[in-house]
């Protein structure tokens, strides 16, 4: 750190993203990526658009915020691409939060929440999960604060029923921010809420259900008037945040329903039968509507399976904070074949601690 940085960025622990190996050869089930490549339609678009590099792309990525917003039965003005997720949440912290004027978070959410609110300033406020780790809607309802949580939660999976985010958007004095960066393995999103609840921000990401991670693509749906405060943000930040090949990319997942609807459906199926099957080995599972399970067993701590498990060359993710975490591993779901793996080998470290 150089004497020349800001006083107000000291403190800062910024967000820690899970390893990228460098080499071949793991089984990677630790950053919620997709197991299963970009749609050829993707590759196609991506690829034509390559010859267009030397030009700056249309600013508005008015390709891709139009069929969003068609997909969505929106209009445009209801839509902002963003330079991955992270990059909607960046703008929204940047809009809506400053000292004295906090979101509110679960306690165990996504762990950018809290570098977001001391980026700008903001404190961190934080309410408990239930006992069955679940985000505790009641309290939200109850908060005055800008609310900001994720749905299906981030690290537990867990999903909130819409008949609670309702409840939660009823007072509508303040922003009810929801990150479905999960929401297509199978939970409800709340953007059906958008024109009844004008105070909802659902924030969406390509990353995970479209098998575009590297490529960088989110978006905000919201009310009209939200999403101008935002492109506010956008126009005094990076007026070309999503890159040509990016949008081109990103226009032909979407338009691949077919693909997209085969890969979730296989995520789905691979994440049912590695929960049947790490029950079956008496580990405790949260039961979640994520591209991920969270897991632990009485055997062994959390860090050391996660270390055993790396031994054997398949990687997933431990948290050491928040304590809650700290018994539990993720484990990202990839193909079925990497799943079964993954059981053959956890249980032989588990028979293995067992003896
Ligand atoms: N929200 C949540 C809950 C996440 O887990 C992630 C992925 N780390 C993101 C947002 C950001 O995803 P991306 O920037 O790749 O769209």
């Known amino acids: 750190m150089s004497g020349f940085l800001l006083e107000k960025y000291r403190g800062i622990s910024p967000y820690v993203p899970g390893e990228q190996p460098k080499e071949a050869g793991y089984i990677k089930l630790n950053t919620n990526e997709s197991p299963f490549p970009p749609s050829e339609k993707a590759r196609e678009r991506y690829m034509r658009a390559f010859d267009k590099l030397n030009l700056y792309n249309d600013p508005e990525n008015g390709t891709l915020t139009g069929a969003i917003a068609e997909e969505f039965g929106l209009k445009r003005e209801n839509v902002l691409v963003t330079n991955g997720s992270d990059e909607a949440l960046a703008f929204i912290y940047m809009a809506y939060a400053e000292k004295g004027k906090p979101f ?3 306690e165990v959410s996504y762990g950018f929440y809290p570098v977001f609110s001391r980026l700008v300033g903001a404190d961190i406020v934080t309410y408990p999960l239930k006992e069955d780790l679940s985000v505790d809607a009641e309290a ?6 800008n609310v900001i949580f994720a749905n299906p939660n981030a690290q537990t999976g867990t ?7 309702e409840k939660i958007a009823r007072k509508r004095s303040r922003l009810v921010v929801v990150d479905e960066a999960y929401v297509d ?11 009844k609840y004008p105070n909802i921000v659902v924030v969406r990401t390509f990353s995970k259900s479209r098998s575009l991670a590297g490529a960088r693509i989110g978006f905000v749906i919201a009310a009209e008037d939200i ?4 492109k506010l943000v956008k126009y005094s930040f990076n007026p070309y945040n999503l890159g040509r090949a990016a949008e081109a990319a990103a226009t032909g997942a979407l338009e691949d329903k077919e693909y997209f609807d085969t890969c979730r459906e296989k995520i789905i199926e691979a994440r049912e039968y590695t929960l049947r099957r790490a029950e079956a080995l008496g580990l405790r599972v949260i039961r979640g509507k994520a591209n991920f399970l969270l897991m632990s067993s009485e055997d062994i701590d959390g860090g050391e399976l996660k270390n055993r498990l790396y031994d054997e060359k ?6 050491s904070s928040p304590a809650l975490l700290s018994p539990y591993i993720r484990v990202t779901i990839g193909s ?3 799943m079964k793996t993954f059981i053959k080998v956890l249980e032989k470290i588990l028979s293995g601690v067992r003896k």
Do not use: Q, T
């Not at 199978?186 to 809420?193: K, N, Y």
């Not at 398949?314 to 948290?319: A, K, L, S």
């Open 104 to 106: 509110a978070a679960p």
């Open 140 to 145: 939200f309802a109850k908060c005055d604060l």
């Open 159 to 165: 999903f909130m029923p819409i008949s609670d985010i």
């Open 185 to 195: 393995f199978g939970a409800e999103s709340a953007v059906a809420l958008i024109r």
């Open 227 to 230: 999403v101008a405060d935002l």
């Open 314 to 319: 398949i990687i997933v993710r431990h948290f």
């Open 336 to 338: 079925m074949d990497e």
